[in-house]
């Protein structure tokens, strides 16, 4: 089954950049993937089209069975709840524990209380931050605030996770227990992509690599 | 494949509550959180939103006081006004505002004429009343209710007229100048005085001074609605990052506008409390003078306050605006923090 289908992608912004040009790939559901290129050759918009945070100026995106051109702006916050989505700079928010933080998802589906609090501590102890629930992230080293930005990217155990340079500031033993932790969630059957530019890494983890430049896909292999 | 994550939630929840009932649902069903519980959490996240707004309220005191004596004098002002014109309508219905025609008679007259004169109005069928003050009976008024009792000293006799005061059977302005000359063309009568020119002016003013009201209240509703929207304005700004990590993780605009909303629930709500408080303050204050004045002409008049009529519909007009004023901030400006 297609996890994300893009057809003749093309996504030019109003200054008349092309962030991407006539992009073609499959990601097939359970797979992992990683997406290099330097910065500015697309890899984040690429991404963006997928949350549905920008909309591809020609071609048709599909997540799953869903043709992202069809759907309408009120049904974009229900597409997002299905996917997890890891970034950079982690996007925690320091007015709230960490356990808050990784609650938030839930929150916003309408689960109890409850099961919640469950499904947090649940993925709090994926990410080995269990003890660490109460404090505020901000206490927390660069390392454990990524940890819980994937915490939160997983609670609500979506079949889609995507990252956006996950272990652009951690070094590289942390690195590597990052992209450990993607590659379990990929065992458990979750599709995960990866945008990165730490090609060391990449190529010791031996996975598909989808390569961009200059908003094309100029290379796509293991 | 794009439902299957739900699919999966689905069923970890129904294993994880055994209480639920587990009859096996298929089809579109099965991806959903249930009906029932998405109500029950709908209602639980208002709940919690009111609740966090208000905290929010609390966790900055002075802002949200100064924000809220606005908003209280805002409110106030037309409350109290209204109160006020309440008051004197209630005074002039208390008044006897029937056009009056009051006759003069002629001073020459006998006592027994005048008291025949006044029997033969009875009879006409244009009058719904005849009143005969007779000059003896003016002159004891005089000296009771004027100070110029002394004056009276420098005249032999009664210098005083009867008076007979008439109530017209139709209030018809055009009809009762005509009774008016008709009246006082009557040998016996000396003069004929319509008052009616003082009920018309008190009305007219009334009217004023009510819309008036009206324009002012207008003024500082909008004014509340300012107030309420450039403060939702500003808490907006200040958690820009919440709402653009919540909409990344899939809140729906009423998910993000909610908070903001409750924010000018209260503002609205508390603004109007201070405001029944001030206007309650306003005419306690003024209530004794008032007394006084309506004491001089009308006994037993009390002054009215806010009834509970009047303090509802002020609490719902506060909170109103404070929606209002939060409704067209939030519309503004959420649309402007968008991830991407």
Redesign the interface.
């Known amino acids: 089954m297609t996890a994300i289908r893009f057809s003749n992608v093309g996504k030019r912004y109003p200054n008349g950049h092309d962030a991407l040009v006539g992009l073609n790939f499959t990601l097939e559901s359970g797979e992992l993937a990683f997406l290099t290129g330097h910065s500015g050759a697309g890899k984040s918009t690429l991404l963006k089209l997928i949350m549905l945070m920008e909309r591809p100026s020609r071609g048709g995106v599909w997540v799953g069975d869903r043709d992202l051109t069809k759907l309408p702006h009120k049904q974009i916050p229900f597409h997002r709840r299905e996917i997890g989505v890891v970034f950079q700079n982690h996007q925690l928010l320091f007015d709230r524990s960490v356990f808050d933080n990784v609650a938030l998802p839930l929150q916003i589906s309408g689960y109890d209380p409850a099961d919640a609090a469950r499904r947090v501590r649940a993925a709090l102890d994926k990410v080995g931050l269990l003890s660490r629930e109460k404090l505020n992230p901000i206490t927390l080293s660069s390392g454990e605030q990524q940890r819980v930005g994937i915490a939160r990217a997983i609670v609500h155990k979506p079949k889609l996770l995507l990252a956006d340079e996950p272990t652009g500031n951690l070094d590289p033993d942390l690195s590597e227990d990052i992209m450990h932790l993607f590659e379990q969630f990929n065992r458990i059957g979750t599709t995960v992509l990866i945008a990165s530019h730490d090609l060391s890494l990449i190529n010791r983890l031996r996975h598909r690599v989808l390569h961009l430049q200059g908003g094309r896909l100029v290379a796509d292999g293991y | 494949?794009?439902?299957?994550?739900?699919q999966?939630?689905g069923a970890?929840?129904r294993a994880?509550?055994p209480r639920r009932s587990d009859a096996p649902r298929r089809g579109a069903e099965q991806h959903r959180?249930g009906l029932a519980?998405?109500s029950?959490?709908?209602l639980?996240?208002h709940i919690e939103v009111a609740r966090q707004a208000l905290l929010r309220l609390w966790s900055t005191p002075l802002a949200s006081l100064m924000t809220l004596a606005v908003l209280a004098i805002a409110l106030a002002l037309p409350g109290f006004i209204f109160t006020a014109l309440k008051n004197v309508d209630q005074l002039t219905a208390g008044l006897d505002t029937d056009p009056h025609i009051s006759l003069y008679l002629d001073v020459s007259l006998s006592d027994e004429r005048i008291d025949s004169f006044s029997r033969e109005l009875l009879l006409r069928d244009d009058l719904a009343s005849v009143e005969l003050i007779s000059r003896d009976k003016g002159l004891e008024d005089f000296k009771a209710y004027t100070r110029f009792d002394d004056l009276l000293e420098f005249f032999d006799s009664n210098p005083l007229p009867a008076v007979i005061t008439l109530i017209p059977r139709h209030d018809d302005p055009a009809q009762l100048q005509v009774l008016q000359q008709k009246l006082a063309a009557l040998p016996e009568v000396e003069e004929a005085r319509l008052d009616l020119e003082w009920v018309r002016r008190l009305g007219a003013f009334m009217a004023l001074a009510e819309r008036s009201a009206w324009v002012l209240g207008g003024l500082l509703a909008l004014t509340v609605l300012l107030v309420v929207g450039n403060t939702v304005r500003m808490t907006i700004e200040s958690r820009r990052?919440?709402i653009?990590?919540?909409?990344?993780?899939?809140?729906?605009?009423a998910?993000v506008r909610r908070p903001f909303l409750y924010s000018g629930v209260w503002f609205g709500a508390f603004g109007a409390l201070l405001a029944w408080l001030l206007a309650q303050l306003a005419l306690a204050l003024i209530s004794e003078p008032v007394q006084a004045l309506a004491a001089l002409y009308l006994n037993g008049y009390v002054v009215q306050g806010l009834g509970p009529v009047e303090s509802l519909a002020l609490l719902l007009i506060g909170i109103l605006l404070g929606l209002g004023g939060a409704w067209l901030a939030v519309g503004r400006h959420l649309r402007d923090i968008?991830?991407?």
Do not use: C, F, Y
């Open positions: 494949m794009a439902t299957e994550p739900r999966h939630q970890s929840r994880e509550s959180i519980d998405r029950r959490g709908w639980r996240h990052d919440e653009l990590v919540s909409k990344m993780v899939g809140a729906t605009d998910w968008e991830p991407g």
